[in-house]
């Protein structure tokens, strides 16, 4: 997969790279030290994903990120920011954003992201996800159907629990399961779901009207 750097820090960048370029599946097509060069690099190399900086000189991420996502719908990019106040989350995502990671993500999480983005998924880090689940439960509920009907009856009441930010633990306790049944569960929703991890799985319960019941 093709991978664009567009961060106005060369320290920054230049460590990107040499992390990404660990990885087999992942190739380092372009550079670029602000917005306006990245947008440039996205459409001349037409990377599978932008790894994007938010706050920089000249043309700053959000509005590079709203450029390369009107432009260009195959290429998915994926905010990568010191900042987690509510402005730049929401507008990175308004933008197009397909995920907002924090700069002192994990090395392995910010490999995990980079592929699961490219895949079609959607990476938040859990210091912003409260934000956009806050957000999410104040728009209008799709019907429960959409996704109930995969689910079992345990299921949907573990996904429940979990859209109301119960941790595994309590969500044994409410439900009388040992934590490793309610692990199960959790992975066979998962799957069902095509999500990656429970930030993402408590949107759509949140989407579809299951964090009330």
């Known amino acids: 997969m093709k991978v664009v750097i567009c ?4 320290l920054i960048r230049d460590g990107l790279e040499m992390l990404l370029k660990l990885e087999k599946d992942i190739e380092v097509v372009g550079l670029a030290q602000d917005g306006a060069e990245g947008v440039e690099l996205a459409a001349r190399l037409q ?3 932008v790894l994007m900086d938010l706050k920089m000189p000249g043309l700053n991420g959000i509005e590079a990120t709203r450029q390369i996502c009107a432009r260009y719908s195959a290429i998915k990019v994926l905010a990568l920011t010191t900042y987690d106040d509510d402005e730049w989350v929401f507008d990175a995502i308004r933008a197009g954003a397909a995920g907002y990671l924090l700069k002192d993500t994990p090395r392995e999480e910010v490999i995990k992201a980079v592929r699961g983005t490219v895949e079609g998924k959607s990476f938040v880090d859990p210091a912003v996800a409260g934000k956009l689940l806050g957000q999410v439960a104040g728009q209008q509920a799709q019907p429960a159907t959409l996704i109930t009907d995969k689910l079992t009856e ?3 009441d573990v996904l429940c629990l979990l859209a109301r930010g119960f941790n ?3 969500i044994a306790d409410r ?10 569960h959790l ?3 998962f799957a069902k779901l095509d999500v990656a991890d429970r930030t993402q799985a408590a949107v759509i319960a949140l989407q579809h009207g299951l964090g009330d019941r």
């Open 154 to 156: 345990r299921e949907i």
């Open 168 to 170: 595994n633990a309590a």
């Open 47 to 49: 990377p599978d994903l």
């Open 7 to 10: 961060d106005d820090q060369a």
């Open 175 to 184: 439900l009388h399961l040992s934590e490793g049944t309610v692990r199960n």
């Open 187 to 189: 992975s066979a929703i």
